[in-house]
């Protein structure tokens, strides 16, 4: 059995079909994001919110947002969170070669696989953090938008009587957080996040 399992073949960068590798795992990335969106968006508006001040749990919150703001609600800041898809091929794309350049040093499996795990995050998550941080600032806004310090331009929310999802507020996001924090502000929770993740990417 020990035999077998030495025998196993480990598939390194120069065996990849790259074209395929590329486009099947954004496809699957992508498909997988916009199913679970909703819950991503509904959990981050329960995290940030006071007490039971807006919802009473998931489904509360599910029936809400639909009720008020439509299925669209569901996906505020989706668009943005998309960009995530960069960070999860630079960090495929950095562990292969980071794996690829310790084997002229080691041929050991184990250090190669921890060394490219470490950096692998650290380059993924020097590209996500800004983007969470801009999705999640989207995520509050509608129904929930006292939930966060940073407001949409009352023209971009109200449409006759009704409160209205629209898109294109990004930017006015975007230039709140650079007014308020400066550069930093993108970066909220990014030594965090390496802690979290580089050790667990590396295990």
């Known amino acids: 059995m020990m035999q077998q399992k030495r025998n196993i073949q480990i598939i390194e960068w120069e065996d990849l079909d790259k074209r395929k590798f590329y486009s099947l795992g954004v496809f699957m990335t992508m498909t997988t994001r916009a199913v679970v969106y909703p819950f991503t968006l509904i959990r981050t508006r329960l995290q ?31 668009m943005v969170n998309t960009f995530t898809l960069i ?85 006015d996001i975007v230039v709140q957080i650079f007014h308020a924090d400066g550069f930093r502000g993108f970066y909220r929770g990014y030594v965090a996040s390496l802690l979290t993740y580089i050790p667990n990417s590396a295990v």
């Open 48 to 78: 940030v919110q006071k007490g039971k001040s807006l919802y009473n749990g998931t489904f509360d919150a599910f029936c809400k947002i639909l009720k008020a703001e439509g299925a669209r609600g569901l996906y505020r800041g989706f």
């Open 87 to 171: 960070s999860g091929q630079a960090y495929i794309t950095t562990y292969e070669l980071v794996r690829k350049y310790v084997s002229c040093y080691s041929s050991n499996n184990t250090v190669k696989s921890l060394v490219a795990g470490g950096a692998a995050s650290l380059v993924a998550q020097s590209i996500t953090v800004p983007i969470d941080v801009v999705s999640q600032q989207l995520m509050v806004q509608g129904h929930g938008c006292q939930l966060t310090r940073f407001k949409l331009k009352p023209k971009m929310m109200m449409a006759t009587s009704k409160q209205k999802v629209t898109f294109g507020q990004t930017r």
